[in-house]
């Protein structure tokens, strides 16, 4: 690329950056009008929450007073309307005036007190009950009006109760903490018939049906932003319905200060213009590094070139202990990502120096190591690294993953181990099995052919069959960990094979008050050798049942269950026992590895080998008193 292609690029980021200004400019004035948005809704909702919450409780308020009331006036049907019963009602419940009137006669019963005034013309209203508010020198009255179809009762009283409980509750002391909020110019709520309340310096608004915009949240309930003139500044209006039960009753309307919008747009200018400044010089910097540096770039791409080509894993430090490269062989030994490891201090990526990169550092001589690290077997290489003034300036380590050989000449290993046991197990088998088929076939005709009444004697004889059979087992097992095998492989039901040898399973767990859980999916058909899996699973399930029947007062539970997904075969095989000690978890599938007293070993090592031969995985999880579960995986296919 040539310096008129960098100039272009230059032009084209300065270009961009230019348009980025513009956009954050915008975007800062969205954002700020945004809040300030957010912020006069939070006080609408506040303000209309509390207005709201004040008409019902002054409506239950006026209920409390109407029922009390009430309650008076039942009273005084039930007694006799004495004047000096009325009197004592009246100061004991400070009532202003008691009135009976006689609608039928025309005229008034029996009164206490004074009244501002006989409301004839309540009097021969249909309502049964009747109040209203009425104003006497500035004090607020309440006029209870009350019909029980024979007399008609008004009484008088002060309603300053609702009145102090409306200025300490209302919306009035929410309008004047506002007042004095420095963010807020006004608040007002208005209807169609004018203003209901405002701050104090509201002196005028425009109507409701004088303004579309009011009268379209009137209408649609859709609140409206906009800026207007308030006082000759401008100000940021939020309106919104004020709804009562459902119901539009009017419009509440909060004007915001823009002072410190309009101040916060200005810092922004000059923080936008400094930093298109600094960029700039930052930008005209780069840019002349990157020139003077282009060579060093390529040199750098070329050697990540050769690295790259290696099939070892490569790591270079610095002198200073910094990583100055590594390849991609490297990350896949190590797992990390090239990118995340570049130019970062090699004593805090790997604080265990897994690649003795300090003692090359001090002795300043190769260093040959292998190792297990990183879930892997590594072999390794780390030469210091000398310059023509023959001082050091870093090492190099080269690294190779030697774990499939590694395993490999384990397998090989185990494979002569077991070879040479085999071989001396198959003639260890072959001298003591002849004798064991005569002992069967002499304890069989002893049973048979000289049968006695004595109880005692038949069960010796029935204790020798069963531990000759006891022995022929173990023998088998043996045998078959050497036997040459050609096993055949053959689709069989899976299902059908589990629920069969849970019928042997489940009577004998029967016997010994163990219950047997089954879940077994219908139609799992699998490739492979059945009577190798029956035995695989029948290994598991007696285990199972041997490690609960240890538990003296217990509820013994073992199970089996069998699903199937898209691509696998999934068998579990649990019990409620005592566990598996975790010493013990790691060598359970290897041979000879017993925990059971008299045990062989043999078993889950054979169960382990027959899941191999089909391709299959079994694990364990086994925890203190809750019980073991074998998972076994099988591929469909």
Not at 69 to 96: P, W
Not at 302 to 322: C, K, N, P, Q, T
Not at 382 to 392: A, E, H, Q, V, W
Request: net charge neutral; proline share 2%.
């Amino acid at each position: 690329m040539n310096t008129k292609n960098y100039l272009l690029m230059a032009f084209i980021l300065l270009a961009l950056l230019g348009i980025f200004l513009i956009f954050s400019i915008v975007n800062s004035q969205r954002t700020m009008l945004a809040f300030f948005k957010d912020e006069a809704r939070s006080f609408l909702t506040l303000i209309a929450l509390a207005q709201e919450n004040s008409i019902f409780a002054e409506a239950e308020l006026e209920d409390k007073i109407t029922d009390n009331l009430i309650s008076i006036i039942h009273y005084l049907n039930e007694t006799a309307a004495e004047k000096t019963v009325l009197d004592k009602i009246r100061q004991n419940f400070n009532l202003s005036s008691i009135l009976i009137y006689n609608p039928s006669r025309k005229s008034i019963v029996i009164k206490s007190g004074n009244p501002y005034e006989i409301d004839y013309k309540g009097f021969s209203s249909e309502d049964k009950i009747k109040y209203y508010y009425f104003t006497v020198l500035n004090e607020k009255f309440i006029r209870f009006i009350y019909n029980n179809g024979r007399l008609i009762f008004q009484i008088e009283l002060s309603a300053e109760e609702i009145k102090k409980f409306s200025q300490e509750y209302g919306i009035g002391k929410i309008l004047n903490q506002m007042a004095t909020n420095p963010v807020i110019n006004y608040v007002v709520l208005q209807d169609l018939q004018g203003i209901i309340f405002a701050t104090p310096n509201v002196k005028t608004m425009p109507r409701i049906q004088s303004d579309s915009n009011l009268l379209k949240v009137f209408q649609n309930g859709e609140e409206v932003s906009r800026i207007i003139n308030f006082n000759n500044k401008k100000v940021l209006e939020i309106v919104t319905p004020f709804i009562v039960e459902k119901e539009i009753i009017g419009l509440l309307r909060i004007g915001m200060n823009l002072d410190d919008y309009y101040q916060y747009l200005n810092n922004t200018y000059i923080q936008l213009g400094l930093l298109f400044i600094i960029l700039l010089g930052a930008g005209i910097a780069i840019f002349t590094i990157f020139i003077k540096h282009q060579d060093y770039q390529m040199r750098e791409q070329f050697f990540s070139h050769i690295l790259g080509a290696i099939d070892e894993g490569v790591l270079l430090v610095d002198e200073r202990g910094i990583i100055k490269g590594v390849n991609k062989m490297f990350g896949k030994i190590t797992g990390m990502e090239e990118t995340a490891i570049l130019n970062a201090e090699y004593d805090k990526v790997f604080n265990q120096d897994p690649f003795s990169i300090k003692i090359v550092q001090e002795i300043k001589s190769l260093v040959e190591e292998e190792k297990e690290v990183f879930q892997k077997i590594v072999r390794y290489t780390t030469y210091p690294l000398i310059d023509s003034n023959k001082k050091f300036v870093g090492t190099i380590s080269v690294l190779y993953d030697v774990t499939e050989i590694r395993r490999q000449e384990k397998e090989q290993k185990e494979k002569e181990r077991l070879s040479f046991l085999g071989n001396l197990v198959a003639n260890f088998a072959h001298e003591i099995k002849n004798p064991l088929n005569g002992l069967a076939i002499a304890a069989q005709r002893l049973q048979r052919e000289f049968p006695l009444q004595n109880e005692q004697y038949s069960k010796l004889i029935s204790a020798i069959s069963k531990e000759i059979d006891s022995m022929t087992r173990i023998l088998n097992d043996f045998l078959s960990l050497v036997r040459p095998q050609i096993k055949e492989s053959h689709e069989f039901d899976l299902s059908q094979l589990i629920e069969e040898m849970g019928v042997l399973i489940r009577e004998q767990a029967k016997q010994k008050n163990i219950k047997f859980n089954t879940d077994i999916e219908k139609g799992v058909v699998i490739k492979g050798n059945m009577e190798d899996l029956r035995r695989a699973l029948m290994n598991l399930l007696l285990n199972a049942m041997e490690a609960v029947s240890a538990q003296a007062g217990l509820d013994s539970e073992i199970g089996i269950s069998l699903k199937k997904d898209r691509d696998n075969i999934t068998i579990k095989v649990y019990d409620n026992g005592q566990g598996i000690p975790a010493s013990a978890l790691k060598k359970i599938f290897e041979p000879y590895f017993t925990t059971k007293k008299g045990g062989t070993g043999l078993g889950l090592f054979i169960a382990h080998k027959i899941i191999n031969e089909h391709n299959g995985t079994i694990d364990v999880q086994s925890s203190k008193e809750k019980g073991t579960v074998f998972t076994i995986v099988l591929p469909l296919s």
